[in-house]
């Protein structure tokens, strides 16, 4: 069973960070040359070259946060009814219905209760490791401060360590998500 929940962990952050990136890439990257072009299109020199790269770094940063709770959003979707580990979680149809079924076509429509409920859970899990890596942090190291470690990048991380903790629990928390053999 473990090997089953980080196989699922692993192809989830997987996708979660390629999407989430190259997306964000892309679209700093159109940003980006948006206003090189509204600025007239400058001669390329060093200084115009740095102009750039900070302009892009800091859209990147800026559309990285939107891109990620879209690819969080799409994620969810393709962790239901792959085998991994001789295991698969499945998605059942809704409870109100007599009979209760899995469903074997999930349309993001299927999702969104279940992501509602996960998504909630990923917060909450990443705020207790990010007081857990505080309190870490306060006790053992030289920092004195949470803003003078923390970044979007750190708190990616978080994110990725709190997805594998939930999808142990999601089982358990969501009534329309059981794991079952394959």
Do not use: H
Not at 76 to 92: Q, T, V
Not at 144 to 171: C, D, K, N, P, R
């Amino acid at each position: 069973m473990n090997k089953f929940y980080v196989n699922v962990w692993f192809w989830w952050a997987f996708r979660v960070s390629l999407n989430s990136i190259v997306l964000a890439f892309v679209l700093a990257g159109f940003v980006t040359f948006y206003i090189y072009l509204n600025r007239d299109m400058p001669e390329l020199n060093a200084e115009v070259i740095e102009a750039l790269r900070l302009v892009f770094k800091f859209w990147f940063m800026m559309i990285w946060n939107f891109t990620l709770l879209l690819v969080l959003f799409r994620s969810i979707k393709y962790i239901f009814n792959k085998c991994r580990s001789g295991y698969k979680f499945e998605l059942l149809s809704c409870e109100q219905e007599s009979s209760v079924e899995v469903l074997d076509e999930i349309g993001y429509g299927d999702l969104v209760q279940v992501w509602r409920r996960w998504f909630m859970l990923l917060i909450w899990l990443t705020g207790s490791l990010m007081v857990i890596a505080l309190a870490f942090t306060l006790l053992f190291t030289s920092y004195t401060s949470l803003f003078e470690w923390f970044s979007i990048y750190v708190l990616f991380g978080f994110v990725l360590l709190a997805g594998f903790f939930s999808f142990i629990i999601l089982g358990s928390r969501c009534k329309r998500v059981r794991v079952s053999k394959c």
